[in-house]
């Protein structure tokens, strides 16, 4: 038996395995709640160690796409509730990635057609659409709008509605919360040094000011369901929707990892979009409880990962697209199914609940 399959205790919850279903947005909740489908989608994976789900707005301000789910509806609660109830009685764990994508997103998909939200006043390039209405109402990859810096009222009351959308994941049954950090959505929006240029206590030069949301957010979300059920992802040195690098970016990093470090979190998840390993080791050093990675992980890179010390559990995304049973592929070492990538987002069950489990195929 390898490591990855050995159990491991991720705070108060038992893992059979250290194989994490990583969060993957697969876009086919078309009234923004999730449904019977969802709720077989995410059974069918129930062997892995750790589910957690799909990207999911914390408010109607939250949301950067159509058809991505939220948790913030008496529907959207319902909905995921019978998730849950379905994963735990195939007997898996599920946790909630909480979402606000700030800048990126789309007036039609805002409240009164309003303009997202942001670090500064912003607007993404064209290189990375969001998906939402265009100017005939119909669904397309454009561009997102152009953003507004946020106010210290609005960062004060967007916290809030993190510490909602966590309550509202513990009522509907699951596990805990992944508050999403990462790919320069609203959080890393501020964190990110060459974005951020604020001159007030939330940006600018000093590290602290632009950890500050991200912390504070940290610190409401622990104090409303306990800090050993929430989690948070990040990207560092992640090069997507236009993250650009800058000079401090390591150091905010490593600081950002030492505060985590000293609250006692379920996990820190880091999504490898490139990480420099002298980051990943310091990081790592200064960061003291479980460490989940993912980015383009296979098996024997996984066990690997976990012999060298790199880190404690893997996540696997892509691959479990097409694979339910990829902790039991793994185990016997049965090929693994490719997923198409048009099944990826949007559409319906099909490259979604019909991908069989080897022993079926
Ligand atoms: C279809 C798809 C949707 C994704 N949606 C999310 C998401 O909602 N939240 C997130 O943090 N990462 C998301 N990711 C990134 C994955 O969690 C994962 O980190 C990435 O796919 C790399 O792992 P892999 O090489 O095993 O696929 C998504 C990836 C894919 C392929």
Excluded at 73 to 80: P, T
């Amino acid at each position: 038996m390898t490591v990855i399959f050995q159990p491991y205790q991720l705070a108060d919850l038992a893992l059979p395995n250290r194989v994490v279903m990583a969060p993957m947005t697969r876009s086919r909740a078309r009234s923004h709640a999730p449904d019977d489908s969802t709720a077989q989608y995410y059974a069918q994976r129930a062997s892995a160690g750790l589910i957690i789900a799909e990207g999911t707005q914390i408010s109607r301000q939250g949301q950067g796409y159509l058809w991505t789910p939220g948790i913030y509806s008496d529907e959207q609660l319902a909905g995921w509730h019978r998730v849950t109830n379905a994963v735990h009685d195939a007997g898996g764990r599920i946790f909630a990635q909480l979402w606000h994508t700030g800048r990126m997103s789309h007036v039609s998909l805002q409240e009164n057609g309003r303009a997202p939200l942001s670090s500064v006043d912003s607007q993404v390039s064209t290189n990375w659409p969001v998906f939402a209405y265009d100017e005939a109402g119909n669904p397309a990859q454009i561009q997102a709008s152009p953003a507004r810096k946020m106010t210290v009222e609005e960062i004060h009351a967007t916290t809030g509605d993190y510490v909602r959308a966590a309550e509202n994941a513990i009522a509907a049954g699951f596990d805990g919360i992944e508050i999403h950090s990462a790919g320069c959505y609203l959080l890393d929006q501020f964190i990110n040094g060459a974005l951020n240029t604020r001159d007030d206590e939330y940006g600018g030069e000093k590290i602290e000011n632009r950890l500050r949301f991200v912390l504070q957010v940290v610190d409401a979300v622990s104090k409303a369901i306990g800090s050993t059920r929430v989690g948070i992802r990040i990207t560092p040195e992640g090069r997507i929707h236009d993250a650009t690098a800058y000079p401090s970016e390591h150091d905010t990093f490593v600081t950002l990892a030492s505060e985590l470090s000293k609250r006692n979190l379920a996990y820190l998840h880091i999504f490898d979009m490139g990480i420099s390993p002298e980051l990943l080791a310091d990081i790592r050093g200064a960061y003291r409880g479980t460490l989940i990675i993912a980015g383009d992980y296979t098996k024997e890179k996984a066990q690997a990962a976990i012999d060298a010390g790199k880190a404690d559990l893997v996540a696997f995304g892509r691959p479990y697209i097409a694979n339910p049973d990829l902790v039991e592929r793994f185990r016997n070492d049965w090929p693994l199914a490719v997923a198409e990538h048009t099944a990826f987002y949007g559409g319906d069950d099909r490259g979604y609940t019909d991908f069989p489990t080897y022993k079926a195929a």
